[in-house]
Each structure stands twice: as C-alpha cells, then as structure tokens.
Antibody, heavy 121, light 111 residues
Framework: QVQLVDSGGGVVQPGRSLRLSCAAS????????MHWVRQAPGKGLEWVAV????????YYADSVRGRFTISRDNSKNTLYLEMNSLRAEDTAVYYC??????????????WGQGTLVTVSS | QSALTQPPSVSGSPGQSVTISCTGT?????????VSWYQQPPGTAPKLMIY???NRPSGVPDRFSGSKSGNTASLNISGLQAEDEAEYYC???????????FGGGTKLTVL
C-alpha cells in the first residue's frame, strides 16, 4: 500500500533554515510528480511546490519562490523541501502528496501525515 | 484570500443531501477538468474524494459525486452520515504561474 512519511519539522527562529523529508513506499516513486502542501494553524490548504518525476521541472507558489527548494532522490524514494529565510508566516503543517497521475496537473491521491514547522523567536 | 471560493459552512441531517460549491475563474475551474475534492476530519491529513471533476477513487462511497458548470464545480453528498462531518476542500490546476489552487474550505456539519 502507498505510504508517505513526513519528517524534519520543528521549532526554528526567523531567518533560519530547515529541511523536510518525505519517505515514500508502496509505489514506483520515480514515475510520479510529487508536491508539498501546507496548512497554517486553523487555516486552509496552500499548495507550496511540485517536482516532476525525474526532477527536471519544479514549480513554486509565489509565497515561497526564491526561499524554498524542492528536490528528490529517486534512488532513496525520498522527497525533500529545503526552506531558507523562514518567516513567521511559514508556520504550518507541511504535507507531501503524490500526484494522481505521472504528471502533476491532476491533484493528489495520497498524503503524508504532515510535519509541523513553527517559526518563532 | 483563497483563489477558489467555497461557502464557509453547510449542514444537513442524516439521510439528507448537501452540495458544496467551488467557484473559480477561466484560468482554472472554467478551462480545465482538473478539479478535485478533499475531505479532512479534524487533526488528520486530507483524503481524496473526487478527481477530474467527477471521478471517484476506489473505496470512496458512491454517495459522493462531483460536477462542473462554467467556472463553478460542485460536490454533492447524498444520504448524509455522521462520519461525513469534516472540512472539505476543492482544488484545481491553474494556468497561472501558481500551478495549483485550493478553495478556503467548507465545514460540513451533520445535525
């Protein structure tokens, strides 16, 4: 069965960096686009970034472009999100999510359990 | 402010039907059949309920159905059950540089 396990969250000071990971299993990871989606406390879902199956294409939300970097290691079945210059407004639960089809235009059929990032001094 | 507009809340009694709307623009819902719906009970990760406007993943009851007209997509839930109580989000591909947008969420209360 498909499983996505998010990790790497924690408390970090404004301006610092953090790297999130998502370990995937139960499907052929190297053939699917993968996303990060976040949810601030008590708020709705916000799409953050996507990476194509082979890592050659990456897209970002305006709110994180230039500060966050999505990447993947298909040999380890792992997705990453490198977050730099963190701000208080980046505080959220971060979920990795698998694309429904091989591309990344159709939504998300499986989600990780989420990892909480708190940006605070 | 979310890119897609949903009502903040809807409610219904067990056995009744409810519809949740999701209004976008010609850059997203109106031009692409890439609308999906997600159910999120409190404290849990979202779960896919409908994809590509009206397709149900395996395991999702046929009480859940989706449709679209113009710039507005809809999620219909018939035969309401207590377990349906949750937050529901719509999402859509967008041709803007954002790539993907969500609605603000609708809280479904089963009375």
């Amino acid at each position: 069965q498909v499983q996505l396990v998010d990790s790497g969250g924690g408390v970090v000071q404004p301006g610092r960096s953090l790297r999130l990971s998502c370990a995937a299993s139960g499907f052929t990871f190297s053939t699917y686009g993968m996303h990060w989606v976040r949810q601030a406390p008590g708020k709705g879902l916000e799409w953050v970034a996507v990476i194509s199956y082979d890592g050659s294409n990456k897209y970002y939300a305006d709110s994180v472009r230039g500060r966050f970097t999505i990447s993947r290691d298909n040999s380890k079945n792992t997705l990453y999100l490198e977050m730099n210059s963190l701000r208080a407004e980046d505080t959220a639960v971060y979920y990795c999510a698998k694309s429904i089809h091989g591309g990344y235009y159709y939504g998300f059929d499986y989600w990780g359990q989420g990892t909480l990032v708190t940006v605070s001094s | 402010q979310s890119a897609l507009t949903q009502p903040p809340s809807v409610s219904g009694s067990p056995g009744q039907s409810v519809t949740i709307s999701c209004t976008g623009t010609s850059s997203d819902v109106g031009s692409y059949n890439r609308v999906s719906w997600y159910q999120q009970p409190p404290g849990t990760a979202p779960k896919l309920m409908i994809y590509e406007v009206s397709n149900r993943p395996s395991g999702v009851p046929d009480r859940f159905s989706g449709s679209k007209s113009g710039n507005t997509a809809s999620l219909n839930i018939s035969g309401l059950q207590a377990e349906d109580e949750a937050e529901y989000y719509c999402g859509s591909y967008t041709s803007t540089n954002t790539l993907w947008v969500f609605g603000g969420g609708t809280k479904l209360t089963v009375l």
